[in-house]
Nanobody, 116 residues
Framework: QAQLVESGGGLVQAGGSLRLSCVASGRIRGVHNAMGWYRQAPGKQRDLVASFTRDGGTIYADSVKDRFTISRNKARDSVYLQMNSLKPEDTAIYYC?????????WGRGTQVTVSS
């Protein structure tokens, strides 16, 4: 069964750092080109945080530019999100997403809480 598994969330003080990981498992290969991170805060919609594009580039939400960095390991079909200078407004559930067999495949999410 194809799935994405996130890890690395937790509680951190403002100004701190966290590194999220997402690994594709099961009968799933070559999805690293479309892997990215989204987040959803309570009462808000799920929004893009950072993602790889099909031409190999990256895109970031304006609110995280210069603080977050997305990276990947192509051989392991995994993607990472290094989050620095965290702010309370970064508090959310962070989801990994890719495209597999023509459809969106989401992980279950990992909670990130930033205290002030």
């Amino acid at each position: 069964q194809a799935q994405l598994v996130e890890s690395g969330g937790g509680l951190v003080q403002a100004g701190g750092s966290l590194r999220l990981s997402c690994v594709a498992s099961g009968r799933i290969r070559g999805v690293h080109n479309a892997m990215g991170w989204y987040r959803q805060a309570p009462g808000k919609q799920r929004d893009l945080v950072a993602s790889f594009t099909r031409d190999g580039g990256t895109i970031y939400a304006d609110s995280v530019k210069d603080r977050f960095t997305i990276s990947r390991n192509k051989a392991r079909d995994s993607v990472y999100l290094q989050m620095n200078s965290l702010k309370p407004e970064d508090t959310a559930i962070y989801y990994c997403k890719t495209i597999f067999a023509g459809t969106d495949l989401w992980g279950r999410g990992t909670q990130v809480t930033v205290s002030s």
